[in-house]
């Protein structure tokens, strides 16, 4: 999904709920501010923004699921 000029990774306009999926370098300084900005933009847009990292993903999707499913209702 595009909003302004940023891109994320997925998104349910309905709600107004974005996800991002964050990898390792997500926590390089530099590109923390960039998804601070992001997130923050986003935010200004009427978003709420869910960061999910990878690895919880790969090892914990029960948990990813059911933090999607808690803000999705809750919407």
Same mark, same amino acid.
């Given at each position: 999904?595009?909003?302004?000029? =940023?891109? =994320?990774?997925?998104?349910? #306009? @309905?709600?107004? %709920?974005?996800? @991002?999926?964050?990898? &390792? ?5 530099? %590109?923390?501010?960039?998804?601070? #900005?992001?997130?923050? =933009?986003?935010?200004?847009? &009427? ?6 990292? #990878?690895? /919880?993903? /790969?090892? #914990?999707? @029960?948990?990813?699921? @059911?933090? $999607?499913?808690?803000? $999705?209702?809750? =919407?």
């Amino acid at each position: 999904m595009v909003i302004g000029d =940023y891109i =994320y990774d997925f998104s349910c #306009n @309905e709600k107004k %709920i974005i996800v @991002e999926l964050d990898g &390792g370098q997500h926590s390089e300084p530099e %590109i923390k501010t960039k998804d601070e #900005n992001k997130q923050q =933009y986003a935010i200004g847009q &009427g978003y709420k923004v869910l960061r999910f990292q #990878n690895i /919880d993903v /790969d090892k #914990n999707i @029960e948990g990813v699921l @059911e933090k $999607l499913r808690k803000n $999705l209702l809750d =919407y």
